[in-house]
C-alpha cells in the first residue's frame, strides 16, 4: 500500500488474474504453502496480500471479499498467526515455518542471555517476569492441589477398608446367632444381612462418587489465553470479566447460570480497568473543541500514542489497528464529543 499524493492507495490484481487471491479459504491455503506472507506491499514485487487480491474490496466490510476482514477470520483459526513480523509491519506466518522465524529471532539465544546482552526490551522482560511469575503460581497450586487429593484419596480408602471390615463382623456376627436361633429368628437375620449389604453397596457406590469428583479437581484457569498480548497487566482478564458482568446483570437470579457467572466475578477480583478507562475518555472527549494540551495528555494517560506526522491521529498503545482520527475544529462541538466519545470507547475499552 503506497501513498501517492497524500492519499493511500491498493496496488491489487483483477479479479480474473490467476494470481487473484479471492476468499480467506484460498488466503489460508496459499499462505501455507508459501510459509508466509507480508500483509502489505513490500521490497518484494508480488510479495504480500495486498498485490494478490482486488483493490476495490479492501475495506468495503464485505465478509467473504474484504481482505482487511480475512485477517480477523484468519487469526481465530489458529493454523497461521498474524502479527508485526516484518519490520514491524504486519504479515502471517504458518505454524510450520513459525519454530524457523523464532530460530532466526533468538539467535541462538535463550530470554536470560538476551536480556543480559541487553538485546531484550525492558517490556520484553516484564512480560517474561509476569509469565514466569503466572507459572510459578500455577504449578505450586497444582503441587498442593495433588497433595491434598492423595491425602483424600487416602483417606476414602482407609473408610472403605473400614467399613467393608466392620459390615462383615457385623454380618458374621449376625450369621452366627442366626445359627443359634429356630427358623422364624433365621429368616429376620437373613433380612437384616440384605439390608446391611444393601447399605455398604450404597457406601461403595458413595465412595466412587467422592473419588471420581476428586479425581476431576484441577488447579487450572477457567479459559486460556489466546495470541493477543495485554497492552496493560490484566487486559484480556478485564475484558473477560466485563463480560461476564454484563452478562450477569441480564441473568435471573437464584438459576444456575447466575450462581456460576456470580461466582467467577467474585474469586476473580475484577478491577474494571476498563470501564474507568472509558470513564475517562468520556469525561476528556464530551466537551471536545480541538486537541488541547492537556487533552492529550489526559488520553496518553489512558493508553493512546500520538502519531507524530498527524497531531489529531492516536492509535491505543501504537496498534494501527485501533486509530481514531479527531477532527482539529469540530463543527458541531456537542454532536462531535459524542461522536469521539463512542468512537473511541468502541475501538480500545
Known amino acids: 500500500m503506497g501513498n501517492e499524493a497524500g492519499e493511500w492507495i491498493i496496488h491489487g490484481v483483477t479479479w480474473d488474474d490467476p494470481k487473484c487471491i ?8 496459499y499462505i501455507n504453502r508459501v510459509g508466509f506472507l507480508p500483509l502489505f506491499k513490500n521490497e518484494i514485487p508480488g510479495f504480500s496480500l495486498e498485490e494478490r487480491t482486488v483493490a476495490e474490496y ?7 471479499r474484504d ?21 514491524k509491519k504486519a504479515g502471517f506466518i ?17 530470554f536470560d542471555a538476551l536480556w543480559d546482552d541487553e538485546k531484550a526490551s525492558i517490556r520484553q522482560k516484564k512480560i517474561m517476569d509476569f509469565y514466569l511469575e503466572e507459572n510459578a503460581e500455577a504449578e505450586a497450586g497444582r503441587r498442593k492441589a495433588l497433595y491434598e487429593l ?14 467393608r471390615k466392620q459390615a462383615l463382623e457385623e454380618a458374621k456376627a449376625e450369621a452366627d446367632r442366626i445359627l443359634d436361633g429356630f427358623e422364624g429368628d433365621m429368616q429376620k437375620k437373613n433380612f437384616e444381612i440384605e439390608r446391611l449389604t444393601s447399605e455398604l453397596q450404597k457406601k461403595e457406590y458413595e465412595i466412587s462418587w467422592l473419588r ?72 476528556l472527549l464530551s466537551n471536545y473543541s480541538g486537541m488541547t494540551q492537556k487533552l492529550r495528555k489526559g488520553l496518553e494517560d489512558i493508553g493512546f ?13 501504537g496498534d494501527d489497528r485501533y486509530t481514531i482520527i479527531y477532527a482539529s475544529t469540530p463543527s458541531d462541538k456537542g454532536h462531535g464529543g459524542k461522536n469521539n466519545v463512542r468512537n473511541t470507547i468502541k475501538k480500545a475499552f
Open 94 to 110: 504458518s505454524k510450520k515455518w513459525l519454530p524457523v522465524f523464532a530460530n532466526y529471532r533468538r539467535d541462538g539465544y535463550d
Open 212 to 283: 471420581a469428583k476428586l479425581d476431576s479437581m484441577t488447579d487450572v484457569p477457567v479459559l486460556i489465553a489466546g495470541d493477543e498480548d495485554d497492552f496493560y497487566p490484566g487486559e484480556a482478564k478485564d475484558f473477560v470479566l466485563s463480560a461476564v458482568k454484563k452478562e450477569l446483570s441480564a441473568t435471573e437470579v437464584r438459576t444456575r447460570r447466575y450462581d456460576v457467572l456470580s461466582d467467577i466475578l467474585n474469586v476473580n477480583n475484577y478491577e474494571a480497568i476498563g470501564e474507568q478507562r472509558a470513564e475517562e475518555a468520556k469525561r
Open 150 to 163: 492423595l491425602t483424600l484419596k487416602s483417606d476414602l480408602d482407609q473408610t472403605k477398608e473400614s467399613m
Open 305 to 317: 500514542i500520538f502519531d507524530q506526522s498527524d497531531h489529531q491521529k492516536v492509535k491505543y498503545y
Open 67 to 87: 481482505p482487511w476482514r480475512w485477517r480477523i477470520a484468519i487469526a481465530k483459526k489458529h493454523d497461521i498467526l498474524y502479527g508485526k513480523f516484518f519490520a
Open 22 to 29: 479471492h476468499d480467506v479459504d484460498e488466503a489460508v491455503e
Open 58 to 64: 479492501w475495506w468495503s466490510d464485505d465478509p467473504v
